[in-house]
C-alpha cells in the first residue's frame, strides 16, 4: 500500500498536487480528524484507517504528542488475541481556543480548550462607537491580554484568536473594510491587534460577528444542524450569517449576508450607513429604544452611527419589565418591531428558502413577544406560503452566539493546520509549557 | 488492494454504508466520470486510477457498453514496452438528453446527445397564460413527443427529460407548488406530462427555469466558472437562480431564488402574485412594455397574472429598433427599468456577494442601455461599496439558457446513475435501438 496523499481539489475540482509541507500539515490533520471522530486508537489503527504507513502514522504522533495535542492513554487489546497496543486519544486540555467579539456597546471573550471546555467566558459593557477606533483596539488589547494570562493560568494558553466585528470584514488580510455601527473604514485590526498584544505572538483572525454566530447556532444551538438557515443578530445593528447546505455562505469577499441594510421603507429614517430606510432603522436595537423607551433613546447620528445608552441590558430589562406589566406603549413598540421583524425575514425566505430564522441578541431576550407578530407577518408574506415552512426560533446563545463561534473557529483552524501554533510560538514563557 | 467504496457522506458527514446496487450505481458512475475527464483509456488505466478490481472494472464496462454509453475506439500502447490494450471512450452519440421550458409566453427545447452534441433547438411561441395548465401540458405533450421522435431520428432518443418552469418546483415530486404568472398551483407536471406522453416512458424532472438558467451560466455562459454569481430570467416575470461557491443554492425545499417578488415599492403596482411592489413590477418585460409601448402592453390581470401580447419578440425588436432611434419614452422607460435592475441587485449584493449578475432573456437583449443604468444604481447602493467588484454581465445563452440547463441536468442525472435509462425503458420501438 503506498502513502496516501489526502485528496485536495481546486476550485474546479481537478486534483492539485500537494508540496511535502503541506502534506505533512495534510496528514497532521487527517490523524487529528480521526482521533476526534473515533475516540482513541492505536497507531496501527490509525495506519489501517487512513491508508498512512505505520511509520509515518509513528512519526506524525510523535510531532502531535511534543505539541501537546495528544496523549498516550494505556493500552488496548483487539479481541482475545494479538498482543496489547499502546493507544492516543486526542488531548485538547493544553491548548486554547480564544474567541473575541467587539460590538457598539460590548466586548465579548470565549475562551476555550480544544476540546471545548469553556475556561473565561464574560461580557464587558463598552462603548466602542464612543471611543472611537484607537482607544477601541487599547480596550480589546487590554481585555485580550487579561484573558490570555487567565488561560494560561488554566493550563491552556490559546494557540489562535478570532475576533468577531459588526461589518464588512476582509478576513484573508484581517481588515475591517466597513463598520457603519462602530464607525470603521478600513481598520487593519488584525495588525493592530497584534501590535497591542506585543510579544504575545498569537496568530489572530477577524471574521463578521453574524457569521461567526450563524457557525455557533449551526453547531451547538436551538437549530444545530438544520441544514438550511439563517441567523441574525440582534444589536445596534443586525446582521445575517447564512448556511446553505450546511456551509455558511461567504460570497466572493466574505461580505455576504448584510440584512440590516435591505431596504424595506424608502419614507423611512436614515440609516447609520447613510441610507434610508434600511432593515435595521427598523429592528434594530435602538430603533426599538427610541419607540418604546423614547427618553432612554439612542441618538443617531447620521453618517457615524449610534451613540448607546450607558447600559443596554438595563434597556432590554426595562423593556421586558414593560411588556410583562402590559405597558401599551412598549407593548406597541415590540410588535411593530415584530412585524418589520417578518417582513424582512420574508425577504430572506423568499431568497435562501432556510428551514429556520434564529434570532439573537436583544431579539432573543424579547422573543416571547416579537415572534408571533414576525411568524404571522412572514408567513403572509412569503412567496412559498405556507409550503416554506420555515419558523423563527430565539436563540439560546445569548451575547456570546459570535465569539462562541469565533472559538470553534479557532479550534478548527487548529485541526486543520496543528503545525499553526509551533510556527507562531505564543510567548517564551508559554512555549516553557510545550504546549 | 479491496474494491473501494466510493465514499459517500450523509449531511452530518458520516460516512455511510452503500448496498450492492447503489455501489454498482455509483461505480459505473465512477468508472464514466474518469472517462469524461481522462478520454480514451484502457481497462487497466481505468482500474488503477479508480481502485477497483480489473475483474469489476471488465464487468461495468461491458454494462456500459450494452447500454451504448462507452464504445471500444482501438488499441492503445503504453510507452515503447508492454502489449498493446484495448482502449474504450464515452460515447454519448447514441443517448439524448432533452431540456424543456414552459414560460409564459413560449415553451424552450434543447436536445443534445450525451457529448453535449446540439440535436434540437427550437422556441415556439405559446401563450401559456391564456391557454390555462390543461391546453399548456397538451401542447407541452406534443412538442415534447415531436421533439422525442426528432431524436430518434437523429440516433439519441433522450434518455431523461427535465422541464424548467417559472415559478415554485417540488422538484422531488415534480410538482410545481405555485407558478403566478402561469396561473399553476400545485400542478403535478412530470405526471401529467408522462400521461401525456403515453408509452413514451422517459424519466421526467421538473426545476425551476432560473435554476437551470444559471447552471447553463455556470457551466457555458459569459461568466462560466465564476464560483459566486447570481443569474437573473427577464421575462414577464424575474426568477434568480444563485451559484454559492459553485455550486447552485437550492434552499430547505427548492424555493430559493425568488428574486422577482422582492418588495421594492411599497406605493407601487399590484404584482401577479396578489402582493404590491414586487421588483418584477418594475423590471419584469411587462413592465417595460407598458412604459415603453403602452398601446402594446400586457394586462395584468390581478391574482392571475400577466396577459401577454401576440408576439414578445417583436415587441423586444420594437423596443431595440425605438432605442436606436432615441425614442425618449423607450430610452426613459429602459433607463428606468435599468435603475430598479440596480436597486434591486444592490440587495442581492449585499446578501450573496456575488462576482458577477448575469441577466438573460429581455434584459440581455437591451443589456447596451440597462447595464449602464443598473451598474451605476447598484454601486451607489451596495453597503461595501466599489470593495464588492460586482457586475452585470448580459447572457449569450439568449432564451434558452433554461432549456440548455435542463438538457445538462438530464447528462448529470444519467452520469450520475447510468442505469436509470435501462430501468425506465424509452418505448419499445427506441429499445430496440440499443441504447
Known amino acids: 500500500m503506498t502513502q496516501r496523499q489526502p485528496p485536495t481539489r481546486s476550485a474546479n475540482g481537478l486534483a492539485q498536487p500537494l508540496g511535502h509541507a503541506s502534506l505533512r500539515r495534510a496528514n497532521l490533520a487527517l490523524v487529528l480528524r480521526h482521533l476526534r471522530e473515533e475516540g482513541s486508537c492505536s497507531r496501527a489503527d490509525i495506519a489501517d484507517s487512513t491508508g498512512l504507513h505505520r511509520a509515518t502514522v509513528s512519526n506524525l504522533m510523535a510531532e502531535l504528542l511534543e505539541r501537546g495535542l495528544v496523549r498516550e492513554v494505556g493500552t488496548e487489546r483487539a479481541g482475545a488475541i494479538g498482543r496489547p497496543r499502546r493507544a492516543v486519544a486526542l488531548d485538547g486540555s493544553h491548548v486554547g481556543a ?35 477606533p484607537d482607544r477601541s483596539l487599547a480596550e480589546l488589547g487590554r481585555v485580550t491580554r487579561r484573558v490570555i494570562g487567565d488561560m494560561k493560568r488554566a493550563g491552556a494558553p490559546p494557540g489562535g484568536i478570532v475576533v468577531g466585528v459588526p461589518g464588512l470584514v476582509d478576513s484573508g488580510r484581517g481588515v475591517v473594510a466597513l463598520a457603519p455601527n462602530l464607525g470603521w473604514h478600513g481598520l487593519p485590526l488584525a495588525d493592530r491587534l497584534r501590535e497591542e498584544l506585543g510579544g504575545l505572538q498569537v496568530p489572530v483572525t477577524v471574521d463578521n460577528d453574524a457569521n461567526l454566530a450563524a457557525l455557533a447556532e449551526y453547531t451547538s444551538g436551538v437549530a444545530a444542524g438544520t441544514a438550511d438557515m439563517v441567523s441574525l443578530t440582534g444589536e445596534v445593528g443586525v446582521g445575517g450569517g447564512i448556511i446553505v447546505g450546511g456551509r455558511l455562505l461567504r ?50 447620528d447620521a453618517g457615524q452611527g449610534a451613540v448607546p445608552t450607558p447600559d443596554p441590558e438595563e434597556r432590554v430589562r426595562e423593556i421586558a419589565r414593560g411588556l410583562a406589566e402590559g405597558d401599551e406603549r412598549m407593548v406597541g413598540a415590540v410588535a411593530e418591531v415584530g412585524r418589520w421583524l417578518g417582513l424582512g425575514g420574508s425577504i430572506l425566505v423568499n431568497l435562501f428558502n432556510p428551514r429556520v430564522i434564529v434570532i439573537g441578541g436583544y431579539f432573543a431576550r424579547l422573543a416571547e413577544r416579537l415572534i408571533p407578530a414576525a411568524q404571522a407577518e412572514l408567513e403572509q408574506l412569503v412567496i412559498a406560503g405556507p409550503a416554506a415552512r420555515c419558523r423563527f426560533m430565539a436563540s439560546n446563545l445569548g451575547f456570546g452566539a459570535a465569539s462562541r463561534g469565533a472559538a470553534s473557529m479557532v479550534v478548527d483552524h487548529i485541526m486543520d493546520d496543528p503545525t499553526a501554533i509551533g510556527s507562531a510560538p505564543i510567548a517564551p514563557d508559554i512555549a516553557g509549557q510545550r504546549i
Not at 466572493?252 to 432593515?279: I, K, M, N, Q, T
Open 251 to 300: 460570497g466572493a469577499d466574505g461580505f455576504s449576508g448584510e440584512v440590516g441594510h435591505l431596504p424595506v421603507d424608502p419614507g423611512g429614517d436614515r440609516c447609520g450607513c447613510g441610507r434610508v430606510g434600511c432593515w435595521e432603522t427598523k429592528v434594530g436595537f435602538a430603533a426599538l429604544v427610541r419607540s418604546a423607551t423614547p427618553d432612554q433613546a439612542y441618538g443617531l
Open 98 to 132: 480564544l474567541g473575541m467579539e467587539i460590538n457598539v456597546d460590548y466586548i465579548a471573550v470565549h475562551g476555550t480548550d480544544l476540546s471545548g471546555r469553556v475556561l473565561v467566558e464574560r461580557r464587558i459593557s463598552f462603548d466602542a462607537m464612543g471611543q472611537g
